[in-house]
């Protein structure tokens, strides 16, 4: 079984998890438009792929009101994007028993990129999806989380909240669609700690020090786990947790609203 989508505009593709997703989908005839603020990152891995499997594109996802003009270009130039992968990310180690060390400002930079960006770019694609939904063509964003935002780890606070909203976000939405009868995937990639750039500069870590799953076996993994038709892909010590404190919320989500717009009559629905 293959990837489920043929055209991906890959958020976050110029290292790590992203840069490994984009070389492991071309092979199997995906075309993948890759995004991150590196261009020459960018660049090689378009001269590797090919212009013909390929494409980048140089965005700050971060620049909130330069999204939707980002987006109208992508759907323009790719009006068969079929998948948004929203893979980007940063993470700071901060500490609240020493607030003078706590930088505010990277508290917001982390939340904008790790949570806000990701609605915006949401928010922007909707409407493209939900018409090529009508018309029958299979479409879905995928989202990539952590173990995080179950199980906060305190040097990483704010990221650990940052993806908690996200999560909250991916499996609200889903019931949206779901409730709107617009069959619009909305798909998670919950991850373990895995050997990326995700972590340089924080303390103690460094070329002798990068533990985690090696990127391209959690590539494999996550990619399989697509390939099989999972909504949520949990991949390694990921899986455990997010079967812990995870799998029982999203069975919940949409019966509790139903049962609340069912109490509540129209007060709780957009109907
Ligand atoms: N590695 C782990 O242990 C781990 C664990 C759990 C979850 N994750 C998640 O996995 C995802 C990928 O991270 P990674 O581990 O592969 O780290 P990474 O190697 O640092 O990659 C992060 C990617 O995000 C992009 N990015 C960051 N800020 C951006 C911005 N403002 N605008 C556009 N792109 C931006 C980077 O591109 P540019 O720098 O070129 O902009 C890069 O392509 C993240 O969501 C992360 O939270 C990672």
């Known amino acids: 079984m293959a990837f489920p989508y043929k055209k991906v505009l890959l958020i976050g593709a110029t290292s790590g ?13 995906v075309h993948v438009i890759a995004v991150g603020r ?6 090689s891995f378009v001269a590797k792929a090919g212009e013909a ?8 996802i971060a620049a909130i009101d330069k999204i939707p003009a980002f987006a109208k270009g992508i759907i323009d130039a790719h009006p068969d994007l079929d998948c948004v992968f929203l893979n980007a990310g940063v993470q ?3 500490d609240f028993s020493k607030p003078q060390t706590v930088d505010l400002a990277k508290i917001q930079h982390e939340m904008t990129v790790n ?5 915006a770019l949401t928010h922007a694609f909707v409407p493209f999806f939900q018409e090529k939904a009508a018309r029958g063509d299979k479409v879905a964003f995928i989202y990539t989380t952590t173990a995080l935002m179950s199980l906060p780890y305190p040097m990483v606070l704010n990221y650990s ?20 009868r617009q069959p619009i995937g909305v798909l998670e990639l919950v991850t373990p700690l895995v050997q990326t750039e995700l972590h340089n500069g924080q303390p103690g870590w460094g070329p002798d020090f990068n ?18 038709g999972d909504e949520t892909v949990a991949v390694g010590q990921a899986k455990a947790i997010f079967d812990e ?3 029982e919320k999203g069975r919940r989500v949409g019966p509790a609203w139903a049962a609340i717009r069912k109490a509540m009559g129209k007060a709780h629905t957009f109907d």
């Open 92 to 94: 700071y180690v901060m």
């Open 211 to 228: 533990p985690g799953m090696p990127v391209v076996d959690f590539v494999k993994a996550s990619l399989a786990g697509f390939a099989a």
């Open 17 to 29: 998890i992203g840069l490994e997703l984009a070389e492991q989908l071309v092979p199997q005839g």
């Open 115 to 119: 949570y806000i960006s990701m609605v």
């Open 161 to 180: 909240a940052s993806k908690a909203a996200l999560h909250a976000f991916i499996i609200s939405i889903r019931e949206q669609f779901k409730h709107a």
């Open 53 to 60: 499997k390929a494409s980048g594109v140089a965005l700050d």
């Open 38 to 43: 590196r261009q020459d990152r960018l660049d």
């Open 245 to 247: 404190f995870e799998a």
